[in-house]
């Protein structure tokens, strides 16, 4: 059999939880992968103590989230508390699709955590986490802080203009490579949800240990972006090809690169050099 889309999203759902959680258990599959709809769930004994059982539902192009989908979850929740009533069992959703905000504001009503698959571990890690803290519910595996002290890798939000020129896409793969051997991980807004711009720019930030901002191409979203980073205390680093930069910026300690092989190449040594000097100020 030939398998379809909603068997990569299973695997896809399983392999994300599975940066985050140890002892992900892949229970019951609802739904053949080449149909049109499919449930599988996934459940976890989270370190607070809590069991968590995630429901993954992949939809077919002409099968959309609707509120059915709401009343059926919100059924299941409560059996599911009363099987586990001293585990504070919580019930949640992970979808292939974006919700209406009205079948949305339902399931925060009644404390569902909901939300869609992201691109990345680490995208889905940080929609979960938003998830979970908009009904008021805490995990202390998806808590940014937790990561750090447990030596998961710490994340860098990178922040660079949708215009970017040849130099600076070479010099990304510089960031990011420094970026991976001082341990972080590398985020970026991607797939934007142009109704939720905002929040998922500031779900990415709060989430990040650190902020690095490309201002090479002189851009309002990327000042915007820095910003907002500098406003939540986050450590930001700028980088930039060209000399010139706006007066408010120039009192940082910019790293200033040359457009030339060996001045990208140049780049990575730089930005690891910065990150040390940063991990050594933080050490207790």
Same mark, same amino acid.
């Given at each position: 059999?030939?398998?379809?889309?909603?068997?990569?999203?299973?695997?896809?759902?399983?392999?994300?939880?599975?940066?985050?959680?140890?002892?992900?258990?892949?229970?019951?599959?609802?739904?053949?992968?080449?149909?049109?709809?499919?449930?599988?769930?996934?459940?976890?004994?989270?370190?607070?103590?809590?069991?968590?059982?995630?429901?993954?539902?992949?939809?077919?192009?002409?099968?959309?989230?609707?509120?059915?989908?709401?009343?059926?979850?919100?059924?299941?929740?409560?059996?599911?508390?009363?099987?586990?009533?001293?585990?504070?069992?919580?019930?949640?959703?992970?979808?292939?699709?974006?919700?209406?905000?009205?079948?949305?504001?339902? &399931? $925060?009503? @009644?404390?569902?955590? /909901?939300? =869609?698959?992201?691109?990345? #571990?680490?995208?889905? +890690?940080?929609?979960?986490?938003?998830?979970?803290?908009?009904?008021?519910?805490?995990?202390?595996?998806?808590?940014?802080?937790?990561?750090?002290?447990?030596?998961?890798?710490?994340?860098?939000?990178?922040?660079?203009?949708?215009?970017?020129?040849?130099?600076?896409?070479?010099?990304?793969?510089?960031?990011?490579?420094?970026?991976?051997?001082?341990?972080?991980?590398?985020?970026?807004?991607?797939?934007?949800?142009?109704?939720?711009?905002?929040?998922?720019?500031?779900? &990415? $930030?709060? @989430?990040?240990?650190? /902020?690095? =901002?490309?201002?090479?191409? #002189?851009?309002?979203? +990327?000042?915007?972006?820095?910003?907002?980073?500098?406003?939540?205390?986050?450590?930001?680093?700028?980088?930039?090809?060209?000399?010139?930069?706006?007066?408010?910026?120039?009192?940082?300690?910019?790293?200033?690169?040359?457009?030339?092989?060996?001045?990208?190449?140049?780049?990575?040594?730089?930005?690891?050099?910065?990150?040390?000097?940063?991990?050594?100020?933080?050490?207790?």
């Amino acid at each position: 059999m030939t398998e379809g889309p909603a068997r990569f999203f299973e695997d896809a759902v399983y392999e994300h939880l599975r940066s985050v959680f140890t002892g992900v258990r892949r229970n019951v599959r609802l739904g053949d992968t080449t149909a049109e709809s499919m449930i599988v769930d996934f459940s976890v004994d989270s370190d607070s103590g809590r069991m968590l059982l995630f429901e993954a539902k992949w939809f077919g192009e002409s099968r959309p989230a609707t509120t059915s989908l709401f009343l059926s979850m919100a059924g299941l929740q409560d059996q599911f508390k009363s099987y586990y009533p001293a585990r504070s069992a919580t019930l949640s959703l992970i979808t292939n699709c974006e919700f209406s905000d009205r079948v949305k504001n339902s &399931f $925060i009503r @009644a404390q569902l955590p /909901v939300c =869609v698959l992201g691109t990345t #571990p680490e995208e889905t +890690v940080l929609r979960l986490r938003n998830a979970f803290q908009t009904v008021g519910i805490q995990v202390p595996e998806l808590d940014s802080e937790v990561h750090f002290s447990t030596g998961i890798m710490r994340r860098c939000f990178l922040v660079h203009s949708a215009l970017q020129d040849q130099v600076m896409r070479r010099a990304e793969g510089q960031m990011e490579a420094a970026l991976a051997l001082a341990g972080y991980s590398t985020i970026r807004l991607t797939n934007l949800d142009l109704n939720y711009v905002l929040s998922q720019l500031l779900e &990415f $930030i709060k @989430a990040a240990d650190l /902020v690095v =901002v490309d201002i090479s191409v #002189p851009d309002p979203n +990327v000042f915007y972006e820095a910003g907002l980073a500098h406003s939540l205390g986050k450590e930001v680093i700028f980088i930039s090809h060209k000399s010139e930069v706006p007066i408010d910026i120039a009192s940082n300690r910019i790293i200033f690169y040359d457009p030339t092989d060996r001045g990208i190449e140049l780049l990575r040594d730089n930005l690891l050099e910065r990150l040390k000097l940063i991990e050594n100020r933080n050490l207790p």
